[in-house]
DNA sequence: TAATTTGTAACTATAATGGTTACAAATATG
DNA sequence: CATATTTGTAACCATTATAGTTACAAATTA
């Protein structure tokens, strides 16, 4: 059986818009990261005003306009981009549990604190990685295939 | 902003499952595990016929019947109750990026590396606790608020 | 035989997500 | 200034995952 859990893909469009902002000096417009991406413009823009927050990237409109890096690709860490998603729990403590058990009444506070500690290690892992990182990986490949 | 990326409760009903059958010396009842979780038998079931398959529940129909762990608890590690959900991705690659782009026609496996070293990571935490942990932290809830 | 309990299929309600349309606001260009 | 370009954002829809629920068959115990 193959669960998804997460069937949210922001984060993945996030990098790979950032690391298509990497790989081009000038400006994109959302039309044209949606085109790599393979999605809708508008998505793009949702996608990318999470990362303008977190002065990931810069917006300018009108003609000539789209998105670029606020930062060197090296100075951006896969973490942060994930933390644009906002409060993600990647591990959920269930709804309900029965208050009047001993059980039920306590754990959720357990639980909390073990998924804590285990998405902080997952997010360790991925500020590990740079979008330099990851757009040098990606050109590897491309010339290693082509 | 908070993203639920996942809505899935099915790992903390497990866990808190096993907790409430470390618990106790009897099988329980997926009616009486219910009640502790705050949901339906039902629920409960396909929870533990999970946890059945890999041989860390035992289940026993008709009356006195129901179900108890087939290990000691801390025997049973979070990581491989984590894993009978079934292959659970926490990130997830975005689904249609453009082939004819060199970055979206090579960016997948990259993520998918990444993400894959991330969910590891993440793994690799809940493999430290096991059941017993857990209950042992419950109780110390439930006596020191008692 | 009757009561208990799991096993499981089927259906529903809810919510999250991504896609899409529509249009306002900002900016550049001629 | 007028026009084209581009972002900003609200609103809505379709799809999907999830949990909850009902219903009933199968197994087990007494």
Known sequence: MVTNMNTN?????SVHALTLLA???DPLTSEAIASSVGTNPVVIRRTMASLRELDIV???SGTNGGWS????PKKIGLCEVYRSLGEVNV???HGHPNKL???GGNISGVLQSVF????SELEKALAGYTVADILKDVLKKANGSA
């Open 69 to 72: 890096l606020a930062r060197e």
């Open 101 to 103: 058990c001993s059980i």
């Open 9 to 13: 893909q922001r984060f993945a469009i």
């Open 91 to 93: 591990l959920t403590v």
């Open 23 to 25: 790989a081009n000096a």
């Open 116 to 119: 804590d500690d285990a998405q």
């Open 58 to 60: 810069e917006s300018k």
